[in-house]
């Protein structure tokens, strides 16, 4: 029989649970040993005997035991499955050298039994310190003396503790490896280049050499071997790794490096600590960019080159290592900077080419920074962007310019030039307080006998109420809410104080009883007409929610005595006996303008928010919530992998594998003191918003479908950071995660809920049907103040998406971060308002307690213009700076520098920080100061509608709608309203006048098919109307626009013309757009497909007509001038421009930058230089556009003075005539400039009757030249 198998199975006892002999083993050992027959039926097993105890070198045999126990992997999982399951097998103890071997011993005995030949075999175990266990069996068989003898050595060293040791050993080196293996991971496979970086910013090179060893091994084959060492001379460190794989040598090298420079840096003194570096002239500790590393060298290099004496040629010397070869099978490449010949730096080699060229370029740029330091503190002192690259101070611009142009220039300037101008009077004149306010419309105060007869209907209505049946639950439902037991507490308390605070937990009514409890207190004491209460609410979704809220809850239907108030929609209550719910943004600026009127008027205001400063009296209000159970990370991979085969829900997406790797990185020490990475030009900055950034949307789905599939009553929530987020999601949930069909609508609603998404606002409160369950993804608009009832799962990216403003660079970036931990609480709170609920947070515990308390305050992540412009508005007696210095977080010194700076370039402040007369009127107009100079420009120039529409549209939605699924079409459309313009602006009017123009005509029907198949928001084009109106108030009000007839404050009506005589002219257009903010011009940087502005370079334009998909398919002209509205990162951080506008070098020149003239060439704002190309003498082509420059100062310094003195803008001929003459100009430029002839793009098919409307309706809005394309 072969027992090779069965002998070594074993079954536990379940009444002594000890190991015992299976019975194949017994049957074996009753053949051998016939006077130990073991009993195997009738007879109850009987425990085995003890070993005896043995000492290092006992042998035992078989005969000696009668029932051997024999340890197995389940009781040492630390040991290789392969010595329990086939202990003979000496190769299997190999895994242990380094704590003992195994010798096998056989020997053929020549006594013999029963005429049969006794094998002898011994397994023998010699541990580290030398001590030796043996196991020995003798029988008629080789390989049984062998297996068994085997055994007998697994069952001794089980026994005497060894195997334990053994165990336990393996374990602490199973975690040295891992850990060995963390640090390796975070040297990764770039450590040498780590290592580089940081000895380049000592100005150090470290050397590093690579040896090969060959040795034989037991079959006479040789073996490669290899050393590395790292030698760092400057800071003492030497460090060398030996081993069979090169790869694997060099990283363990580094290991031993990065530990050798922790330890250096410990032993340094603290004033000298790892946090701080010996940095060398010309470079900043703050400022990554400012060190010398692999992303500078070669660009410092040839900046180098450009700079040193005699013509410099770099050159690279490469090669390879000999006879060393990488795993790869290829030889190491090897790589040197030469510099005129001479080697420069050190010979660097790397498995790959191109990274021996890096590291060979970063050791030459050290050599010559040590020997020429002064130019390396000019390249650190050179111009730069954000990226750290270098940006050239000049960029030439060929600029074409005719004789007769010149000659026209010379004719219109005349006029202009010599007209007389009064003497300037003070900038900081007092105009009549009252002039620019920013009035609205307040009720006026009622009778004596309306106050009598208001109050009456309001008590006979309110009675009525009381008495009225059908309202019954409802009134229940209030009469439990905590904060109408509190009811009588909260009268006194509002009563007898001008200032209360009530501190209301959540679910406790807060915000809905509180106004109602003082207004019915008022109806029932026949004073309700003296109550008029506002309560701001933090978003319009929640004003709008709550006042249906408490409209219903009064038996009212929404504006009887309850409404709201938002951002171009107001459905107010009438005055006397009223509640407006508003947000905090529209009584701001309501108090900013007219703040008598608003006290007049207002009997209560109840903040939404903790704003009081002050102490005041208080009370507090326990909520009514319900318990809510928090699940983690950790928790919800367990119960996912509980329920389902993993690669089922996770493995499948290495998105969501990466992001749990990061969480789980979080429960980690980290093993290193000193961050040598810091110093690498942003990509420890850049890396931490890439992990911030990534959302998991797998394990999101998944998660919505185990919660639907282990649950089947309540809605889910889920908190997602943007738009694009929520629609990844659905997309993941309608690919049926886990098998659930979340596309059948009878048993899911899917609803995307975000501020875009008007019409889900409302849906999202509605009850589904029976036996369907609502999916809500939202963003944190559905955070605060907004009550879904059926909530009953809640589940939490612990992401949102916040807009910050880099004021030093004025780079706007929407930053996907990390919700605060308030955040966090009001999140989990939505599951628990009307029932038990359960929150998922999809982020761990260890992640939770990095969140900051709070979210980062809007003022320290916002442009401050208008902060600081409203602050001299209110508060003339004070400085900005002080009265900011005052907030409870207080913006950086620097952004508030900035914002001044700015609105002084503006004209809205004085070098001495006065308000202005266009200050003022800025300040009251409802736009961002520089789109406010844009409107005035409008007056000025006679080009007022489109550019006040421009103006209206800025503080808007995108007038463009890029469906995900459409959005080639829509870009169709867009392209069709551009008319080959290569203007996003110029689309904007144009989309914006057919729209108006059809809307005009009355049928709404045709209105709505013409937005929906054009792909234009319907509720920007109403917000854009609305807010032209108010801005056209302001205007009249101020002086700035003739008053015009009532017919001008219908939506659908322009402006008289005479402020519109230019408005058809595209140039004119183009050009007052940059008039806006000169500094926001950028240059396409030759025929590729980057742009550049002053400071920054590398810049894509990703989105609207110039959108550049590759250069080869660009359509925009080398070095073409391009005006935009803002810069952004996008998701990968890469800057990019948007609202582009091509625009002429004589635009540029006349209204862009300061111009200046060095030598025979013009330059705009100093990094702009053109070459004129004339065929009149250049001095006299210089001159002219020097002059026409100053003829337009002039004439805007004449308006703002006539502004300061409240004299209208439009009634001064000579002002008129320049301004025409500047069109004219224009005009005349284009035509002249040959690379700007742009080719024919094709039309996108709007429908029949609907493509000419433009065209027969405002010819003047379509085409610069007149002409149709």
């Known amino acids: 029989m072969n027992y090779s198998v069965s002998f070594f199975r074993y079954r536990r006892s379940l009444i002594n649970n000890k190991a015992i002999l299976s019975t194949p083993i017994i049957r074996f050992l009753t053949k051998l040993s016939p006077e130990n027959r073991i009993r195997t039926k009738s007879a109850p097993l009987k425990p085995p005997k003890k070993f005896k105890q043995v000492n290092s070198q006992t042998e035992i045999s078989l005969n000696e035991t009668k029932a051997i126990s024999i340890p197995t992997h389940a009781d040492f999982p630390q040991l290789p499955k392969s010595i329990f399951s086939e202990p003979w097998v000496t190769k299997n103890w190999l895994t242990l050298s380094e704590l003992g071997k195994v010798i096998e011993g056989s020997t053929l005995n020549s006594r013999r039994e029963k005429g049969v030949h006794q094998w002898r075999s011994t397994y023998t175990w010699i541990s580290k310190d030398g001590k030796k266990y043996v196991g020995t069996c003798s029988t008629g068989s080789k390989i049984k003396a062998r297996k068994t003898s085997a055994s007998q050595l697994l069952a001794i060293l089980g026994k005497n503790g060894v195997l334990a040791e053994i165990s336990k050993e393996l374990e602490d080196t199973e975690k040295e490896r891992k850990k060995l293996q963390k640090e390796m991971e975070a040297i990764g496979p770039r450590g040498k280049l780590e290592i580089y970086n940081y000895a380049a910013s000592y100005l150090s090179i470290p050397q590093v050499k690579i040896i090969s060893h060959t040795h034989g091994n037991k079959f006479g084959t040789s073996k490669a071997k290899y050393t590395v060492s790292i030698e760092l001379e400057e800071q003492n460190i030497f460090v060398e790794a030996s081993g069979n794989k090169i790869s694997l040598t060099e990283i363990e090298a580094c290991l031993q490096f990065k530990k050798a420079v922790e330890e250096y840096h410990r032993e340094k003194s603290p004033s000298s600590s790892s946090n701080s570096h010996d940095y060398i002239p010309g470079t ?492 809500v993804l939202a963003t944190n608009i559905a955070e605060t103040s907004i009550t879904i009832p059926d909530v009953k799962y809640v589940v939490d990216t612990g992401k949102l998406n916040e807009m910050h403003y880099d004021p030093m660079t004025r780079i706007k970036n929407l930053k996907c971060t990390w919700i605060s931990k308030s955040n966090s609480r009001q999140r989990a709170g939505r599951a628990g308002r009307v029932q038990n609920g359960f929150y998922y947070a999809l982020f761990s515990k260890n992640r939770l307690d990095t969140l900051s308390v709070y979210g980062v305050p809007q003022l320290l992540r916002s442009d401050l213009q208008e902060v600081c412009l409203g602050t001299k508005g209110l508060t003339l007696n004070y400085s900005i700076k002080d009265f900011l210095s005052d907030a409870v977080e207080k913006p950086p010194p620097e952004a508030v520098d900035t914002a001044i700076k700015d609105l002084i370039n503006l004209g809205a402040l004085t070098k001495d920080e006065e308000i202005t007369p266009l200050g003022k009127l800025l300040h009251s107009l409802p736009v961002d100061p520089d789109m406010g100079k844009l409107i005035v420009f409008g007056v000025i120039f006679r080009c007022f509608d489109p550019l006040l529409m421009l103006a209206a549209a800025s503080c808007e939605r995108d007038f463009f709608v890029r469906p995900p699924l459409k959005r080639r079409e829509a870009d169709a459309a867009r392209r069709y309203f551009g008319r080959n313009s290569n203007s996003d602006i110029i689309a904007l009017i144009n989309a914006y006048r057919e729209a108006q123009e059809i809307r005009r005509r009355g049928r709404y029907s045709e209105f709505a098919a013409f937005m929906s198949q054009n792909f234009l928001s319907t509720a920007t084009f109403e917000n854009i109307q609305k807010r032209m109106i108010q801005i056209k108030e302001v205007l009249v009000a101020s002086g700035l626009l003739p008053r015009p007839s009532m017919k001008m404050y219908r939506p659908d009506d322009r402006v008289d013309n005479l402020v519109n005589e230019n408005s058809g002219n595209q140039n004119l257009i183009r050009a007052l757009s940059l008039a806006r903010c000169p500094g926001n011009l950028a240059v396409r940087i030759g025929s590729t497909s980057k742009f550049r502005t002053k400071t920054e370079g590398d810049i894509l334009i990703r989105s609207g007509l110039n959108a550049i998909r590759s250069a080869s398919s660009s359509h925009l002209p080398k070095n073409a001038l391009i005006s935009y509205t803002s810069m952004h990162k996008d998701d990968n951080q890469t800057l990019c421009l948007r609202n582009t506008t091509v625009i002429s070098p004589l635009t540029v020149a006349l209204f862009g930058g300061p111009l200046s003239q060095k030598g025979a060439n013009l330059r705009t704002d100093e990094w702009i230089s053109y070459r004129l190309n004339t065929n009149s003498d250049n001095l006299t082509a210089l001159k002219c556009i020097s002059n026409l420059r100053s003829g337009l100062a002039k004439m805007l310094s004449m308006s703002f003075m006539d502004l300061a003195q409240r004299k209208s803008l439009v009634d001064d001929n000579t002002r008129r005539d320049f301004s025409s003459a500047i069109a004219s100009v224009l005009n005349r430029s284009e035509t002249e400039i040959a690379p700007y002839n742009f080719e024919k793009q094709p039309y996108y098919s709007l429908g029949a009757g609907t493509r000419d409307i433009l065209w027969r309706t405002n010819p003047r809005l379509a085409s610069s030249s007149g002409q149709r394309p």
């Open 284 to 775: 900043s500790s703050n400022n990554a960019s400012l060190v010398l590393n692999h992303l500078q060298a070669k660009d410092f290099i040839f900046y180098c080159k450009q700079l040193l004496p005699n013509s410099s040629v770099i050159t690279l010397k490469s090669g390879n290592l000999p006879n060393i070869k990488h795993e790869a099978g290829n030889l190491l490449h090897s790589c040197q900077v030469m510099l005129n010949g001479d080697p420069i730096g050190t010979e660097t080699f790397a498995p790959k080419y191109k990274d021996a060229e890096i590291l060979a370029y970063l050791t030459g740029a050290v050599d010559l920074a040590k020997k020429y330091p002064e130019i390396l503190k000019q390249f650190f002192n050179a111009n730069r962007g954000v990226s750290g690259k270098i940006v050239d101070a000049l960029i030439p611009v060929p600029f074409k310019i005719s004789h007769d142009l010149l000659s026209f220039i010379s004719k219109v300037t005349r006029p202009i030039l010599s007209a007389h101008v009064d003497e300037p009077i003070d900038p900081r004149i007092e105009a009549d307080q009252d002039y620019l306010k920013f009035r609205r419309s307040f009720s006026q105060k009622l009778g004596a006998d309306e106050i009598t007869t208001r109050n009456r209907h309001l008590r006979t209505k309110y009675e009525a109420y009381l008495r009225n049946s059908s309202f019954q639950t409802i009134r229940e439902l209030r009469a439990s809410l905590p904060m109408n037991m509190y009811r009588d507490d909260v009268l006194r308390l509002i009563d007898q104080n001008t200032y209360s605070v009530i501190v209301g937990e959540t679910g406790s009514g807060k915000t809905t009883q509180v106004p109602a409890i003082i207004l019915e207190d008022a109806t029932l004491r026949d004073m309700a007409s003296n109550v008029n209460i506002i309560c701001t609410q933090p978003r319009r979704i929640a004003a709008q929610s709550v006042a249906r809220r408490v409209a219903y809850e009064r038996g009212e239907k929404l504006q009887e005595t309850v409404g709201y108030h938002v951002h171009m929609d107001a459905k107010r209550p009438p005055s006397g006996g009223s509640i407006t719910y508003c947000t905090t943004q529209i009584l701001l600026k309501q108090l900013q303008h007219c703040p008598d009127e608003v006290m007049d008027s207002v009997s209560h205001i109840i903040v939404g928010e903790d704003g009081i400063m002050r102490p005041c009296p208080s009370i507090s209000v326990p909520g009514k919530t319900y318990p809510v159970e928090k699940k983690y990370l950790d928790d919800v991979i367990d119960e996912l992998n509980r329920n389902y085969r993993k690669s089922n829900c996770l493995d499948s997406c290495k998105d969501t594998q990466r992001y749990l790797q990061i969480e789980d990185d979080l429960k980690k020490e980290p093993s290193m003191d000193f961050n040598w990475k810091k110093i690498r030009d942003g990509v420890a900055g850049a890396s931490k918003e890439n992990e911030d950034s990534l959302i998991p949307y797998n394990l999101i789905a998944t998660t919505i479908a185990h919660i639907s599939k282990s649950n089947s009553d309540g809605a889910i929530l889920t908190f997602l950071p943007g738009l694009k987020d929520l629609e990844e999601v659905r997309k993941h949930l309608l690919q049926d995660p886990l098998g659930v069909n979340f596309s059948n609508a009878s048993e899911y609603r899917i609803i995307l809920l975000h501020s875009l998404m008007t019409e889900a606002q409302n849906i999202v409160f509605e009850q589904p049907p029976a036996g369907c369950r609502k999916i």
